[in-house]
């Protein structure tokens, strides 16, 4: 018994391939964050007045609020006047071709499998790469612009479609909403913005890949999706980050606006570094993501979380349109001495709204894994219904996992269904496996992969590919 | 080709197999029956590399110590154990498991492996073979089967690995008798000069469909009565009251009457 128990540990004990670091010229601002960081960062990005207002708001705000400790994390206190709020690559005067993209990002963003030459790439995925606090480039966008979607960098958002930015911007994730989200309204440096009009199926994957670089700093990225009436998006991030003793704090807000009759489908793949087996080091992921439905509209969160030291995050659908539908697929790994408290909040306004929501929560080594789930169902929400199903598996017997749902419930006619599970991964089935022939390697990656099948079925096909390697490369160790 | 010699299996304290011997040559089947606790699934157990057990004595396949290896091991060398209880594996497919199974032996054994289309054939064959339904592959393994469909898949897997050595622990049991009769029909196929078979069953009745060439009663760890098929016979008919508790020196030979 102990020593198949040892063996999960090893074979639990992944090893970090994103882990380099890029020597870039970067332009890093100093440490601290005053009144001044803000109006410094706002300047370096040439914005608008209404926008450095925006920003001093949710400073003021920011300063008066306090960190949320009702978490089942244990986090090592920040010292946010320790960070640095602003780094991006120094790069020349940007051009309007893939060509003049630095090389050494280039390299980089090649070393992480996702090349940015367009005679290279993955077809029909279009890549918003950003590095550190800025958008380094943008790919597919003239084919983008045919369909009329845009899809840009959220500083060049700003500048070439403000009309569009002013409307929505903090209209879901309101800049007072929680403590990470008011300091990433004050200091966020750059993100993805997606715009889709009237009627229109975007012809491709759209997708931001974030890379942290600089050591140090924050990354505040900001994410706006506009789905107009009767339109359809399929959008996806990535990420990583290098290898550092320091955890490094990101907090980025999303936002997701999907008006009647749209579609709107967020997935994530989050390996941002974990830090070592030790807990030295490791991405603190404090993210704040939320979409609001509209009549008849759909909103999808995928998400398979794989890395960072910390994560605290609940994409949610606000269900205000009659009709409306939320979902929220999750697959979540805590190994070594990760912790994750992640779920969603469903919020049913609208009649005959309807939310499931698939947790699948692996916990391993000395890994802390917590559902926390929020449905709520509001008076005006008749015939609203709600299924959610939370399975915890657990490798080893060092880690643990939590479901924690609320439930709160005011419209009589509403169906609220709640099932949850704990297994472990048996030796009985490890032994079948191995009696097939298969390593046990390969065996306790299939038997992983089974048990988030629910949903990988929801990730765009290579997406799927890609977390299911990931997913096994986390579990991959040495055995004996 | 298998030779068990002075086996014993212990879990703790407790010896569950107390000196086993058995020689199986080439194509040949040999059913092992015997009473409840006797060890016989643990027999099968030590065969395939089921860990947890504390073992001496020497068992070779093709004069390759199997003792020394791990499950996966032992299964590129061409042990197969169809499975009393077939493990539930939610969310993997039998297609995917079938094929990362079969190229798992192949790699191991530096044969190429083989394309999804041609698994496609050879899956389509065993699945004829044990007339499973033909949704079958894109159901996750064992997953919400029936007792007879995980019996009759453990048959099928057998058809899909091509063994040498096939171990069957109590692929009879739970099953009806149409059941029975199907899976008796795939392990019959399967029969062949260069696959050897042990079949562990309770009841003579498997033994009507599969005809063994020879039978050992295995009683409180060691084989104490081996014979022909029609030592099963006397079984069915006598229990194992002759050989419980048997001393084993004694001169009066139980089965005497059976075998005349």
Known sequence: MSESLREIEELTEATYEYGFSTDLDTDIAPPGLTEDTVRLISAKKDEPEWLLEWRLKAYEAWKTMEEPDWAKLQIQPIDYQALSYWAAPKQKPVLDSLDDVDPDIRDMFDKLGIPLHEQKMLSNVAVDAIVDSVSVTTTFKETLAEAGVIFCSFSEAVHDHPEIVREHLGSVVPVRDNFFAALNSAVFSDGSFCYIPKGVRCPMELSTYFRINSQNTGQFERTLIIAEDDSHVSYLEGCTAPQRDENQLHAAVVELVAKDRSEIKYSTVQNWYPGDENGVGGIYNFVTKRGRAHTDAKISWTQVETGSAITWKYPSVILQGDRSVGEFYSVALSSKRQQADTGTKMIHIGADTTSSIISKGISAGHGQNTYRGLVKVMRSAENARNYTQCDSLLLGSDCGAHTIPYIEVKNPGAQVEHEASTSTVGEDQLYYCRQRGMSEEDAMAMIVNGFCRDVFDELPMEFAVEAQRLLSVSLEGSVG | ?260
């Open chain 2, 1 to 260: 080709m298998l030779h068990v010699k002075d086996l014993t299996a212990a879990i703790g304290d407790k010896q569950i197999l107390k000196g086993l011997d058995l020689d199986v040559g080439a194509g040949e089947v040999h059913a092992i029956m015997g009473p409840n606790g006797s060890g016989k699934s643990t027999f099968a157990h030590t065969l395939a590399g089921r860990e947890g057990y504390e073992i001496t004595g020497t068992v070779t396949l093709d004069d390759a110590d199997l003792l020394e290896m791990e499950p996966e091991a032992r299964a590129a060398a061409g042990v197969f154990m169809g499975f009393q209880y077939p493990v539930e594996i939610p969310g993997v497919n039998n297609m995917y498991f079938l094929r990362t199974a079969l190229n798992s032996v192949r790699r191991t054994r530096g044969e190429t492996e083989v394309s999804a289309r041609e698994f496609l054939s050879t899956a389509q064959e065993a699945m004829d073979l044990v007339e499973m339904p033909k949704d079958f592959l894109h159901r996750a393994v064992n997953a919400g089967f029936s007792g007879g469909e995980k019996k009759r898949n453990e048959i099928l897997q057998m058809a899909v690995m091509q063994p040498r050595l096939a171990v069957l622990d109590e692929t009879d049991s739970g099953l009806d008798i149409d059941a029975l009769r199907i899976i008796a029909g795939g392990v019959n196929a399967l029969r062949g000069p260069e696959r050897s078979m042990i079949v562990i069953t309770h009841y003579q009745r498997l033994l009507d469909y599969i005809k063994p060439d020879f039978v050992h009663v295995l009683v409180d760890g060691r084989i104490v009565e081996s014979g022909d098929h029609t030592l099963a016979l006397h079984l069915e008919d006598h229990g194992y009251a002759d050989f419980v508790n048997h001393d084993l020196d004694a001169s009066g030979r139980p089965l005497s009457g059976a075998t005349s």
